[in-house]
């Protein structure tokens, strides 16, 4: 669940080059996270949800992917930002 399950191989979905744009998330960040996630949890309908808690503006965010890691290379479904780290946290 945490950490160690990086992807060196992905595509980006069309709504995740769209989102990127749109909410103003740095292409570079999506794929530190993709590369070195700080935790990787189980999402929805089998999709995984990569995250890691980035500084935005001198406040904390958690960056999350939402990826399909069960095709080959993975495919990034959306991206988005968010300040409820508390929400989507999994503490061991």
């Keep these: 669940m945490t950490g160690g399950d990086a992807l060196d191989e ?5 709504h995740a080059r ?10 570079s960040e999506v794929v530190a996270v993709l590369r ?5 949890v189980p999402g ?13 503006q001198g406040k904390q965010f958690l960056l999350r992917l939402v990826v399909n890691d069960a095709v080959d290379p993975a495919v990034v ?6 300040s409820k780290i508390d929400k989507y946290w999994r503490s061991e």
Excluded: C, D, K, W
Aim: hydrophobic share 35%; net charge positive.
């Design 10 to 14: 992905f595509a980006f979905s069309r």
């Design 18 to 27: 769209e989102e990127i744009q749109r909410r103003n998330i740095a292409e």
């Design 36 to 40: 070195q996630p700080e935790q990787v």
């Design 44 to 56: 929805h309908g089998g999709l995984q949800v990569y995250q890691s808690r980035i500084p935005v």
């Design 77 to 82: 479904v959306t991206v988005y930002r968010t």
